[in-house]
């Protein structure tokens, strides 16, 4: 919140760095400012152009459980509020491109509704990409992680197998903002109709899988570190909306490592929050479509299978998807995990100087560790700018 | 601690380590430009329901 009213933050939303030059105390940036198709000194973010919008797609923040409009808002409380328009699902701007590419004018549909109803007047068809400059002394790359989707994990039956889904889509299933108003429904019984279904069952039995992709030598072998205590705490939220509720989770050992973590663990316990220790081998489309689970409780040295409601696979933290991309647009190199490299005594100095690195872009870190070492960023960035500007003043 | 001129700085992406980031370094004095591909920032924490250990609301 604070960010948008700062007045020392300039906040370049939906944009992306095109290229970097220079060197530490005088880098040259350039931005990509994406086309919202809205004008952000115009819009009010009232939201009657979403409202009006005929086009439906699948809503990234909700991970693809709900819908939004092609005219939309990422979140409710988003900041900036501005709307956008999705290039490649509004029906105007692709009537507009068929237009422009001198397609049978009889054939192209428009629509412009959104322009019609705005009363700001803040919908600009026309709207370009912009590129823009920035002069800084110093960068730092916050640049994020990549959830693992597991299809690829086979065994596991993420996309096939009904009602299995990861940790980040559970939350969406949990959250008041979410596809579901907060109800804990299944999936399987919502996704894709066109109406919320009335009179939903509500999900009685969860499954936690831990290391989904993480921790595992066909894989990713390093630890992903915060889903054991995202599990839990997810299990926690589950018996609060519904203390009659079964929550079981499967993983090696839990590493509940750091400051009241154990204490959490214990409390989930005590609410009946059940450990089974055990890697998941497989799980399956029981008879009634419902996932089952099977595993082997190495404690009990037996193999069991069991149905649960929806089966949450915590799925591992790995490195930005672009980070590649990243790599060479900065300058800088990655490490034998694919994350930003840095020094095991500077660990927020990347490669290259001037440019640092905090949160997850550099390895698997929970929320009061990323903070932590946003902190420990902004620290380093004012002692080199301030280095910098005093090595130019003694010339 | 920052008197002869303003010094900028450039903070891409607005998770919650961008954000921290962002506001420290303004608050120390420096001018900061945040680039966020999305349309609005908040990142992957935004889309939590709620956080360890309060259960309290993300957002």
Request: hydrophobic share 40%.
């Amino acid at each position: 919140m604070d960010v948008g009213r700062h007045p020392k933050i300039e906040l370049l939303a939906y944009s992306e760095v095109e290229r970097v030059d220079g060197t530490v105390g005088a880098f040259d940036v350039t931005i990509r400012k994406k086309a919202r198709y809205v004008d952000e000194s115009k819009c009010t973010g009232c939201g009657a152009c979403a409202e009006k919008c005929p086009t439906r797609v699948p809503d990234p923040y909700n991970e693809g459980l709900g819908e939004r409009k092609a005219i939309y808002r990422y979140f409710a409380q988003g900041i900036p509020s501005t709307y956008t328009i999705d290039p490649d699902a509004c029906r105007h701007l692709a009537g507009l491109r068929a237009e422009k590419e001198g397609a049978d004018k009889s054939k192209i549909k428009k629509c412009g509704v959104c322009a019609k109803i705005c009363q700001a007047k803040a919908i600009d068809y026309s709207q370009q990409d912009q590129i823009i400059h920035r002069q800084v002394e110093a960068i730092v790359l916050a640049v994020g992680y990549e959830v693992l989707k597991p299809e690829g994990i086979t065994e596991y039956g993420y996309g096939r197998v009904p009602n299995v889904v990861t940790a980040i889509e559970f939350e969406r299933l949990l959250s008041a903002s979410g596809p579901t108003a907060g109800h804990l429904y299944r999936p399987a019984d919502f996704v894709g109709k066109k109406k919320m279904p009335e009179h939903l069952p509500h999900a009685k039995r969860l499954a936690f899988i831990q290391c989904v992709g993480s921790r595992d030598g066909r894989r990713s072998i390093h630890c992903s570190g915060f889903c054991c205590m995202h599990s839990i705490k997810e299990a926690i939220i589950a018996k609060e909306h519904d203390s009659e509720l079964d929550a079981w989770i499967f993983g090696m050992d839990i590493r509940a490592v750091g400051k009241g973590f154990e204490e959490y663990r214990l409390k989930a316990e005590q609410i009946g929050v059940k450990f089974v220790r055990s890697r998941v081998a497989e799980i399956t489309k029981g008879p009634n479509g419902l996932p089952i689970v099977w595993y082997e409780d190495t404690r009990a040295r037996r193999v069991y299978s069991r149905e649960f409601d929806i089966v949450v696979l915590a799925s591992a933290c790995l490195p930005p998807k672009d980070a590649p991309l990243l790599a060479e647009k900065f300058g800088i190199e990655l490490d034998s995990f694919g994350f930003i490299k840095t020094r095991p005594f500077a660990p927020f100095d990347t490669t290259r100087e001037g440019i640092f690195v905090c949160g997850c872009a550099r390895g698997p870190a929970d929320i009061p560790e990323s903070v932590a070492q946003a902190s420990s960023a902004a620290a380093r960035v004012a002692q080199v700018v301030l280095q910098e500007a005093r090595k130019v003043a003694m010339q | 601690m920052i008197r002869d001129k303003e010094h900028h700085v450039l903070v891409i992406g607005g998770g919650i380590a961008g954000i921290q980031v962002s506001l420290d370094l303004a608050e120390m004095g420096f001018f900061v430009h945040m680039v966020e591909k999305l349309p609005s920032i908040g990142g992957k924490m935004a889309q939590l329901d709620k956080t360890f250990p309060t259960n309290d609301c993300a957002i």
